[in-house]
């Protein structure tokens, strides 16, 4: 069974702080994503790869960096962490294709004060 | 997760037909969203459900929280269709945990 792996799975961190969520994927899938969950805006876009050391803006990047150092890692990177931010996320890997499935990880609750 | 298990995993509907797919929940779950992946990676909201049915233009989706599933049905399939759909259901006792399907890819033909 594909597997995603996030974590942390919560972290509360102090506004102008950095944070970085990380993502393993044991799937060898090309692609992973990075989404936010809030209320009221389903599951948005922030970044993605097609490959290690690929990084592509999604839908929402400001405020986000992206790095893909290997197949099977995918962080997400809050440099100067804002309230705003405090959210759900949610890491995915798929394979390549527009009509790819996607295997979602558990999500990291982030917290920001 | 393996608390949702969508199927099928794909399906091929040719213009004009329609099918549906569905999502079975191992636990009670308290809303169900329904997806549709674009060619980048996002993800477009189909439907929110906390209960019942709801129906927009040729998809109908309805959750059931005692039965444990929710389905998504698509009538007068279109070539536009295609794609792939997620199900995604909210954890009854922390709406931010969501567990999600693994994905349906529609494929529709002439």
């Known amino acids: 069974e594909a597997a995603v792996t996030q974590s942390p799975r919560n972290k509360v961190a102090v506004t102008g702080g950095k944070v970085t969520l990380s993502c393993n994927q044991t799937?060898?899938?090309?692609?992973m994503y990075w989404y936010r969950q809030d209320t009221g805006h389903g599951l948005r876009l922030i970044h993605y790869?097609?490959?290690?050391?690929?990084?592509e803006k999604g839908d929402i990047p400001d405020g986000y960096k992206a790095s893909r150092p290997s197949q099977e890692n995918f962080s997400l990177i809050l440099e100067l962490a804002t309230p705003s931010q405090t959210s759900v996320y949610f890491c995915?890997?798929?394979?390549?294709?527009?009509?790819?499935?996607?295997?979602f990880g558990h999500g990291t609750k982030l917290s920001v004060l | 997760g393996d608390q949702v298990e969508q199927s099928p995993s794909a399906l091929s509907l040719h213009e004009g037909t329609g099918s549906a797919l569905r999502c079975n929940f191992t636990?009670?779950?308290?809303?169900v969203q329904w997806f549709r992946k674009n060619s980048r990676g996002s993800l477009i909201n189909l439907f929110y459900?906390?209960?019942g049915t709801k129906e927009n233009g040729r998809l109908k989706s309805a959750f059931d929280s005692k039965e444990r599933y929710s389905t998504l049905h698509i009538r007068d399939a279109q070539l536009e269709d295609s794609g792939t759909y997620f199900c995604?259901?909210?954890?009854?006792?922390?709406?931010?945990?969501?567990?999600f399907g693994s994905g349906t890819k529609l494929t529709v033909e002439p």
């Open positions: 790869s097609y490959g290690a050391g690929s990084t």
């Open positions: 459900l906390a209960s």
């Open positions: 995915a890997s798929g394979d390549r294709g527009s009509n790819e499935r996607l295997f």
């Open positions: 799937n060898n899938h090309n692609n």
């Open positions: 636990t009670t779950m308290r809303a």
């Open positions: 995604a259901a909210e954890d009854v006792s922390n709406y931010n945990v969501l567990y």
